[in-house]
């Protein structure tokens, strides 16, 4: 037993030792195989690493590349490059070929253009941006504007397929169209009003029917009297649009001046009619007066008067008619004139102003009765004015005439004239003793119009002339016999 507990420890020492040993082997195992790993793990690491670097190095290149491709793809480098190397003088030419410039006859444009731009425009600092409407990344298109307004619209275009790599285009200035709008260019609206037919110019350019409104312009300062015609004057009306000088000429070539009223945007001018009518007309007020159409009232006239009535109310019975006078002038339309009495058209006298004088329609019937008394008066008269004095002649026409008067004074003091008359011989182309009036049964009025040859001896000559007169004369019935109260001359 002894010797069994002796061999124990000895085996268990062994066995120690063995197990150390198998120990160490197993941790010297371990290392190498640790080693080995950590070998292969730097080798790993090494070739990553060299792996990374080759492939963050091409990835660089290649980012630098596309970086390069990217950035010179860019439109706006164009544009950029564009608008720093375009001239004031490029920028007009481009505006200015395509600008909408307003049409007219009647200015230069062109050179309203010019204008405009050196004064809004030219030296102006001119931007760009992306014109939104049209914009596309395969069409980039840009607007140019300057002075406060679109000025132009640049367009590019590719310079070829896939130029600057990686799928990206290079850019060219392909196109730039003006988009200058001229509508609000400060204009002003001018009305022309002429006399149809005359012909009017703006600037030297003869208006044309074209600018013609088709409106009827009222005629300048027409009296109230036309505004009552069948065909009120009224001048023919032009409008344009200018935008320049304006310079209004009539058809004399005398310049007109503009009228503006305050708070309009329209500049008028009217011509003025060279040949303007007057008339004036004398007629009893129991007699129509028309001109035109329009017939005139005794708020027309310019006077009423008792003509040749005067004075001799006392014969009358209160049936005196007054004289009205007409006359107007400055008138547009030449004056068509007649009168009338109870339907009848009566025929006017005219002396030698043009001045008409109108009569109450004739009684014929009165006519037949005092037509002789009336002629005898007449050749009385004739027959004494166109002779030298001679008592018998002057006694025979103070015969016709009624004492008191002025007509009897004016023959009863004529004798000393008549003395120095020369001897005279008539000889009647027309006599006519018209417009046979009643005015009450008294008095009555009425004209002789003649037109004779006259063939006068004097002392020391012989001469001849035709001449043509009338009369208005009133008779007034005294007792049982009608004598000359007032005569009158009409025309002579």
Known sequence: MAESEEKRPAENTDARAAARNAARRQQRLRYRKLQRSKKRWRLFLLIYTLVFLTAGAVGCVVLYRYSDAYERSIPEHVMDDFMAATTQDQWYAYIRQGAELPESAYEDTAAIFDEYYDAAIRGQKFTYWKNMAEYTADTPSYKVRGGGMDLAVVRLSPKGENAAGFGRQLWQVSEVVSVLQLDHLESVTVEVDAPRGDPVYINGVPLGDDALTGEAAPAPNMSALEGRFDTVPSFARYRVKLHGDITVTDKNGRALSPIRTEGSAVVRYVAQEDELYSFTVRAPDCVTVTVCGAELTAEDAASAEDGILGGLNAYTGGAGYKTLTYSFDGLYTPPEITGSMDGRTLTPIANEKG?????????????????????????????????????????????????????????????????????????????????????????????????????????????????????ELAFVRSGNAWYAAAMSVVAG
């Open 355 to 471: 001045e008409l004088f109108f009569f109450p329609a004739q009684d014929d019937a009165l006519a037949a009765q005092v037509r002789p008394r009336v002629q005898e008066f007449f050749n009385n008269y004739i027959n004494y004015s166109s002779q030298i004095y001679n008592v018998a002649r002057h006694h025979a026409l103070l015969g016709c005439i009624l004492e008191g008067t002025e007509l009897y004074s004016y023959v009863r003091d004529s004798r000393d004239a008549m003395i120095w008359a020369s001897a005279t011989r008539v000889t009647y182309d027309e006599l006519t003793f018209a417009d046979f009036c009643p005015v009450g049964p008294d008095c009555f009025t009425c004209t002789i119009r003649y037109k004779a040859d006259f063939n006068a001896t004097s002392w020391y000559t012989n001469y001849s002339y035709d001449l043509r007169n009338a009369y």
